[in-house]
Each structure stands twice: as structure tokens, then as C-alpha cells.
């Protein structure tokens, strides 16, 4: 019998193994530099944040700015923070720890004149994230919002959006893109985003009796009520009703000294360029109707160059649109309709836009192309903007909104002649871009850009007002960050801080840390929105699917 080996206790435990620390540590390291070599990478070819300095392109984005809410009617509006101005004088890109006072601005919906306050905090630019590889697998857009260099001194980032591609040529014609000859339709996305508040009357002034506080006048109804039948609603002042005859139109005209008017003015602007600012007639009304009865109608006009449109649903279920010159009324378009249950609200909205009549009534959309060249309309006529609202029988109008489209502006200004106007037409080149600001009267963009700088002299120096595709850095997807709300600190100590801030780090330090605005303004986190489609969207394929929502 051969001896084996002595049984094992079976209590007995084996000895545990040492541990590598080294190689440990060495792992560590290795996950670490692998990880950021990834984040670098991602950031340098495929997205990376950048933060809105300036509001060029306001108010789609917004640089530095102040939040403010109307004092008098409570609507929300932002007006632009600028450190390098007389009002100021801070360094340029300067974001003050504290609250600052702030010049004089106006409501752009009841036109109230907010006096110069003091107190305000100033929040920061939008924080967006670009994305750079696609311009790598597919062609820029039309109406895409890109990041490039600057091309007067490619140390800068720039944001702007896109309005000229390769080889065409770009004009500015009262205020819209013609693009070789004919007029560039914003897609539906987009013109969401660019229509801008004229009146909205679900905010009405508080102390409408101010002297002067309102455009210079005592506030009104901003429509001429004593000359219809329309009167305000006596149990909800943001209505308007009407208690007519079916065969008897009642017209409201939209105005009076303390209207705002149609005149290219952003509230984010210094309300001082207000004087030199055009008018702009591509405008839209909105408002949502409650028939009291089966019969009558409801509709809206709109004046452009002397002509009135108009839009309006018969309340037996078609809807029209129209054209009348002073002369003669011409029916254009017309279409059954689908009629909602009696007395409930039914939203309707009539724009001219881009040379294109958009109707829309209950889901049902109804649209006339006026025509894509810049002599489609008789511009010869007196540039004249107005908006009226009619309708026979009873009605109940809620939610009543005037708005304006884009402005794109292409005047002298200072001696300065701008580049791609009907006067001076720019054409592009194979492989350059032009672009342009949403704020257009302060936006230094490809009509002003002069000479490239010393920076930009390489061996292929790019023309004055374009940008080259090797200067474009990528398309804008996402408002990932909209300039947060501070934490609300108890007061007692933000005054501590602020009265003995110092040189001293920890004091510096934890006053840092009280004035970040780091809770999320998630309301405002949004897509940017671009191009779509091909190069250019047919006339017939964009009017059937425009949406003015």
C-alpha cells in the first residue's frame, strides 16, 4: 500500500495572496489617461461646449444679459448686458459678481418705459454644445446656426446663421434673403423660432393712467374699439367680444399713440436705435375664437405695400384668402374646413411671411404663394405695415397676439456700405459662406467684416465677408446650459460677503461659491434649430407643410 499524503485539517484556511499595489495604481492610471485621452478626443473631433459672449443673436441666443419681467403687464423679456459700453465701462467679456444697475428699457409687448433701476443681477451667456464632425459627412445648411473662425482674427469663435452657400448669390431685399434672385423661405422650425412679440394682449398694464410711461402716452386698448362693435369683455379684460349681425363685418384695427408699432426694435437692444429702424410688414396674427352661433365669420388682415390680405373662416366651414388693392377684392385660395364643437376655443393664426399667405384654423391649413421674386409684390407702393381683426355674428377672441418676423437690415450706416443688398449683390465663391446675426441692427456679421487681420494671413487668406469651409468649427445642437438661478442664501449673509469681499482667498473663495448660478434653468434648455431638407425646399412641397405654431 503506497503512503499518501497525511490528511489536511478540514478547518484549515489558505494563506491569502499579497496584493500588487504598484500594479494597482498602475491600472488606475492607465484608465485615467485612456479616459481622458477619449474626452479629448471627443471634444476635438465630435461636440464640444461653448458659451454665448455677445447677443448677436439674440434672442435666439443670448449673451450676457439681464432676465426682466415688465413691472406694469408681467411679460418675461431679456435686454442685453454690454461692459464695454459708456453706461458701463468694464473690460469687454466682464460678468459683474454682483448686481449692477441698468439703464432704461421697454416691454416689447405694452410698450412701457422701465425706468433706469439698480440691483440687478446679470446672468450669463447661453452654454451650448456644437457639433464638429458633422460638417465632415454632410453640407452645410441653409438657416443652420454655425460656430466658425473669425475670419478677421481666427483666435475667435464666432456664432452666427448660415444664409449663403457656394456659388450663390445673396441680396437683402426689405428685410428678406433672396438667394439668386428669389426669396429664401425659412423652414418651419425655424420661423418659430424668429417670430418676435408685437402686442400680446394677455399681458395688459396694471397702472395704465402713467403720463408718458407708455411710448410717451397714457396706455389704451391698443385696437379702435369706439369705432366697431367689439367691445372688451367685461369678465375677463384679455377677450374681446362681439354681438352682431352675421351680415354686418365689425373690424379692430390694431394701433394708437401707445401701440408699439411695427419697427424693427428688440428689447434687448438700447431702446436709442429704435429712431433709425425700418419697418417690417411680415407680420402674423393670432388668436383663438369661440363662436356663439353657427353663422358668421372671423378673420384677419394684413397690409404689405399698400395691399391689404386677408384671411377668414366662415362659420359654416370654409375657409378664404384674399387680396384687395384699394380697388378690388380678389379671392385667392379657399377651402372647406372642419367646424370644432360650438363654444369650444379654436386657435387660428394668419400670417404674411416671405411672399406667402399661411392659414390655419383648427388643424386645417390653407396657403398662397404671392410669388419668389423681388417683383412678385408691387414694392413700389408705400411700405405700410398694419394688422386689423374682423368678424359678423357672436364671438369670443382669447389669447389675441401680433407678431413680426425677422428684420434683416442692410442700410448704410456710418459711412459704411453693407455687403449683399439689391444694391451691392455679393456672390460667393466655391467653398465660402456668408452668415449673418439674428439681432441684425447689432450684429457686426458678413456685411460689415473688413479685411482679414495679420492673424489670418496664411497661404490662402480668406475674402473680406466670407467664411471659408476651413473656418467653420461646427453646427449648434443644443442650450444645455441657459444661465442658471442662484441659490437663494439667506440675505443677511450675501450682504456680509458682498460689504467685506477682499483680497483674501477664502473669502474670495466662498463668495464664489454663494454667487453661482448653479441650479439649472431647465425651461430654457432647447434644441437650436437649423436647415432641413435639401438645398432649397420647393415652393409647392413648403406650403404644404409649413407650420406657424
Known sequence: MTPGNPPQPSGK???????????????????LITAFILAFVFRAFVMEAFRIPT????????????????PECGYEYQYGFVPSSSFYRMREDTIPPGPVDIQQTQCPSCGYLVPTSSGNPVANGDRILVLKCLYQFAEPKRWDVVVFKNPTNPSENYIKRLIGLPNERIEIIDGDIYVDGQIARKPPCVQRELWMPVYDNDYRPVNPNQRGAFNGYLWQVPFDLDASAWAVDERNPTAFVLDGSPDRIETMTYGGRSANDFKVMYAYNDIRMESRMPQCSDLMVRFYVQPESEAGRVGATLSKYG????????????????????????VLARRSAEMPARGAFTLVKFANVDHQLLFEFNGNRLTFDLGRSPDALDRSRIETAGAQVFGAGKLTLSHLAIFRDIHYLGQSEGGRVPRATQENPFTLSADEFFVLGDNSPNSEDGRWWGPPGLASRGMDPPRAGVVPRYYLVGKALFVYWPSGFEFPWPAPLKSFLLSNINRNLPSRLLYTIVSLRWIPNVGKMRFIYGGTGGRENPPEALAAKQDMD
Open 13 to 31: 484556511k489558505t494563506a491569502p495572496k499579497h496584493k500588487d499595489r504598484a500594479g494597482e495604481i498602475a491600472n488606475t492610471f492607465e484608465w
Open 55 to 70: 447677443g448677436s443673436m439674440a434672442d435666439t441666443l443670448m449673451g450676457a444679459h439681464f432676465r426682466l419681467r415688465c
Open 307 to 330: 395691399v391689404d390680405y386677408r384671411a377668414w373662416l366662415d362659420l359654416g366651414g370654409e375657409m378664404v384668402l384674399s387680396r384687395f388693392d384699394g380697388t378690388e377684392e380678389t
